[in-house]
């Protein structure tokens, strides 16, 4: 069964950090990118972007409003990303949702971790 599997969302006080990893597994990717998303319950109608990154040259983008304290790498062996994310927010809490887009088998989704911060 091909998946994304998503880890380590939780709860940490404002100002401290987490880290977020996602895996591809149960098939063979050819990938152009892989992301973070996010969603506010009950705020947000649809996903936001908080950052991306191209397979082949490892070019990263991120959400204007992070002000650079969130840093995505990928590793190619194990088809992963992760999501460094410092110095929190209240207004980081929410979803985070990872994603894969792939020439032949298009866009996947994870199914959500949650990151609340408490100030």
């Known amino acids: 069964q091909v998946q994304l599997v998503e880890s380590g969302g939780g709860s940490v006080q404002a100002g401290g950090s987490l880290r977020l990893s996602c895996a591809a597994s149960g098939g063979t990717f050819n990938v152009m990118d892989m992301g973070w998303f996010r969603q506010i319950p009950g705020v947000d109608q649809d996903r936001r972007i908080v950052a991306c990154i191209s397979w082949r040259a490892g070019s990263a983008h991120y959400r204007d409003s992070l002000g650079g304290r969130f840093t995505i790498t990928r590793d190619h062996n194990k088809t992963a990303v992760s999501l460094q994310m410092n110095t929190l927010e209240s207004e980081d809490t929410a979803i985070y949702y990872c994603?894969?887009?792939?020439?032949?088998?298009?866009?996947?989704w994870g199914q959500g971790t949650h990151v609340t911060i408490s100030s």
């Open positions: 994603y894969l887009d792939a020439y032949e088998r298009g866009l996947m």
